[in-house]
């Protein structure tokens, strides 16, 4: 006996396996018509006709429609105090992002926003913006600290994070983020920074086990390589996995530098080089990119083609945040990684499914309709999969299903 049987699958559209694609395989997507799938304790039992499903005690009808694997968005900033539209003029002026922080505002706003902010009001918010990526079809949200700067502050995000965890029906995956930016204590002291965190905060957070993954803010003005490899290899020594947001405006060398590093995954890479390419893909580093943050930032749109060529795997995320990305809609960068990378709609279903369930290392549980896999399943309102990459600018999520719940 089942607990839950989706019956009347037009399309059941998922890739396949317990790690990212690489390549041409990125494009390997499973199509399955007319089938019926079976969930047993939160996990997918059964998957074949209906005619041989087994007994179950309730039934959903999915009416012919496409079904695929719940969203997994791999890149957020989804804890924050305030929001940034007082840079809104600023913005249309063409003032550049990287201009705003160097002036205090930016990421600086909301730091001093996040820190102002008690932990109730920290986590009703991001509950229920959670609960927003939730109905837009995202199961699985990585959330990373990084608007504190300090001790305190950044304990605070990442234990809302896990409170989250203990309360809503999504799962998260948290990455400390300490180095986003220089703080305003630490101004023009970059390296005594870098300091204080290897020191005073990532052995706190290490200990506490709030954090899973450490990143850093590889840019212009912000940490140089040198800088963000010391964090990064202190964070290794501490157990914590890496990632790197790196050529998100410029390309410095955080894309060579992910690859070196053997780095999880190396976000942005807008203006990555064929170097930083070639060596990320040697290393099996997952490019995650965030098409959104193109968009809002008005910036080219990274090379994704170029490097499913040279054979990365590659991942696409919302990067959810107030300044760069104040978008949580998952299936917006899903449109415009088909839009304006040029990929197919099989490459950008796993972008943000099975392979952004890597970059995250959770590919052995969620990121494809398997046996034995949880129970993360999105029916649409769309009869193909052609059609959710072609309606672009409403949700078309018509049920989620997480742990086999119906949502
Ligand atoms: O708050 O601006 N790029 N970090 C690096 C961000 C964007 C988030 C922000
Ligand atoms: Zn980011």
């Not at 199961?139 to 234990?159: D, M, P, R, V």
């Not at 998260?172 to 290897?198: I, N, Q, W």
């Not at 995954?265 to 060596?279: C, F, N, Q, V, Y």
Request: some cysteine.
């Amino acid at each position: 006996m089942t607990d839950l049987l989706i019956k009347n699958i037009g399309i059941l559209a998922t890739p396949e396996g317990n790690g990212p694609k690489r390549g041409k395989e990125q494009g390997d997507i499973g199509i399955k018509k007319n089938v019926a799938i079976g969930i047993t304790f939160g996990k997918i039992s059964y998957i074949g006709d209906i005619e041989e499903a087994p007994a179950a005690k309730e039934v959903i009808d999915a009416k012919g429609s496409l079904v695929t694997p719940g969203l997994v968005d791999c890149h957020t900033h989804l804890v924050f105090g305030g929001w940034r539209q007082h840079e809104m003029e600023l913005k249309l002026k063409g003032v550049p992002y990287l201009d705003i922080l160097k002036a205090g505002g930016g990421i600086l706003s909301t730091v001093e926003a996040t820190r102002k902010a008690t932990f109730d009001e920290l986590y009703e918010k991001a509950k229920k913006l959670s609960l927003t990526m939730l109905r837009y079809g995202t199961t699985t949200i990585e959330a990373k600290s990084g608007y504190g700067l300090e001790l305190e502050t950044e304990l605070k995000q990442l234990k809302v994070v896990q409170k989250l965890q203990e309360e809503l029906p999504i799962d998260f995956v948290s990455t400390f983020m300490g180095a986003h930016a220089v703080s305003p204590e630490y101004k023009g002291r970059g390296e005594e920074f870098v300091d204080y965190l290897c020191n005073e905060v990532l052995p706190v957070v290490a200990g506490e086990k709030l954090a899973e993954y450490c990143d850093v803010f590889c840019e212009t003005g912000v940490f140089d390589p040198g800088l963000s490899e010391k964090m990064l290899l202190k964070a290794k020594e501490y157990g914590l996995k890496l990632k790197i947001h790196a050529d998100e405006i410029d390309p410095i060398g955080g894309g060579e530098l992910a690859g070196r590093l053997g780095a999880a995954s190396a976000e942005h890479l807008i203006a990555a080089t064929d170097e930083g390419i070639r060596l990320m893909s040697k290393s099996g580093t997952i490019g995650v990119l965030l098409p959104a943050t193109s968009f809002y930032l008005d910036k080219p749109f990274a090379r994704a083609r170029h490097m499913i060529d040279e054979g990365m795997a590659v991942a696409c995320a919302s990067d959810f945040n107030p300044g760069s990305s104040p978008n949580l809609n998952l299936q917006l960068a899903m449109n415009l990684a088909c839009l304006r990378y040029k990929l197919t709609p099989e490459e950008a279903l796993c972008a943000v499914t099975l392979n952004a369930a890597s970059a995250i290392d959770r590919a052995g549980s969620v990121g494809s309709i398997e046996l034995g896999k949880q129970a993360d399943i999105i029916i649409w309102d769309a009869p193909d999969l052609n059609y959710i990459f072609y309606r672009y600018g409403s949700n078309l999520v018509d049920t989620v299903i997480k742990k086999g719940l119906v949502i």
